[in-house]
């Protein structure tokens, strides 16, 4: 038996956007049911190094499939100018939860990029109107691509306003997108007043006010990572219905974080975990039970995503014989 190993080019090839979504949906599914352990992230502080490392293991039981592993994932912010290598890298072993054989190896900063939309498609699928056509995007950084590419699996966009600083960075965007959509650069109003908003930045002091969405923009608020990290201002958190994917990830290092820990965001301004939507048991945007007016989703990113698309990656690379297997254990004869 040979474990696979998959570069980041293996990852993009073999996560099939609609089969992660799917699956990242079940993931939430599992989590909220009870059917997968996801221990906290753990960290190792580094401040030698200006960097960190962190652990994020997860098992989850789907029903018809179930899957485990570990992403070992770092932030060394000096990494670019200093060593030429990456701000952030991760690493993903996908492991057989029967035997705890390693099925699999793969580039895990390829591998958040997809289950990252993913998890953005899965929140706009339940929390934006039915005939959202327009998206908006703030921060034209890597994590941008992967958004529109998610989103457009669960609604028929068609135009696409990116807000960036960096104009070449919008440069390279529209020159990606635009023989498939209207896209355009634009203000942060004008990506916000799209009927979808994802916003990918890193910043620590808010950038969208509630002026500069529209009366029922659905927001993916991606950026927040890490304590601190603060892209919506609170008056637009405090007026929106806030779904979130995990409180504790949320409440430390998520959008909502900073307004949480200061008391202007409590837990009664959680209208719940995007796990209990997708099951059923609080409604969505449609139906007749729906809410209105601008929803956010607070994505932290949560362990049990990785495992989920991992397993897409690996069966999908298997049953293609993408990859380079080898004999990590040393067991062929």
Not at 115 to 123: D, H, I, K
Not at 283 to 294: L, N, S, T, Y
Request: hydrophobic share 40%; with cysteine; glycine share 10%.
């Amino acid at each position: 038996m040979q474990t696979l190993l998959l570069n980041s080019q293996d990852v993009d090839e073999n996560a099939r956007t609609g089969r992660v979504i799917d699956a990242v949906e079940g993931a939430f599914v599992a989590y909220e049911r009870g059917d997968a352990q996801m221990p906290p992230k753990s960290y190792i502080d580094l401040p030698e190094y200006n960097g960190d490392f962190r652990s994020m293991p997860a098992y989850l039981d789907a029903g018809d499939w179930d899957a485990a592993g570990i992403k070992w994932v770092n932030v060394h912010t000096d990494n670019p100018a200093d060593h030429d290598l990456p701000t952030v890298m991760g690493t993903m072993i996908y492991s057989d939860p029967e035997t705890a054989f390693p099925l699999a190896i793969m580039d895990g900063t390829e591998l958040t990029m997809k289950r990252t939309g993913a998890a953005a498609a899965v929140a706009t699928d339940y929390l934006a109107v039915p005939d959202a056509d327009s998206l908006g995007i703030v921060g034209a950084g890597v994590q941008s691509y992967t958004q529109l590419e998610a989103i457009t699996e669960v609604r028929d966009i068609e135009e696409v306003v990116v807000s960036d600083l960096d104009e070449e960075r919008v440069a390279d965007f529209i020159d990606a997108f635009e023989d498939e959509f209207d896209v355009r650069a634009g203000s942060v109003a004008e990506a916000g007043h799209c009927d979808v908003l994802s916003t990918v930045t890193p910043v620590r002091d808010p950038i969208v006010g509630p002026e500069d969405v529209g009366e029922h923009t659905h927001i993916n608020a991606m950026g927040a990572d890490a304590a601190g990290k603060h892209e919506l201002a609170d008056d637009l958190l405090t007026n929106a219905t806030i779904v979130i994917d995990d409180h504790e990830q949320c409440t430390h290092s998520g959008e909502i974080n900073v307004p949480y820990a200061a008391g202007t965001l409590t837990d009664e301004d959680i209208y719940g975990e995007i796990g209990e939507i997708v099951v059923g048991n609080k409604p969505g945007r449609a139906g007749e039970d729906g809410f209105e007016g601008v929803s956010v989703f607070d994505s932290t990113g949560l362990a049990i995503q990785d495992v989920a698309a991992a397993r897409v990656v690996y069966e999908y690379a298997d049953d293609n014989d993408n990859g380079y297997p080898f004999d990590l254990l040393g067991l062929a004869e």
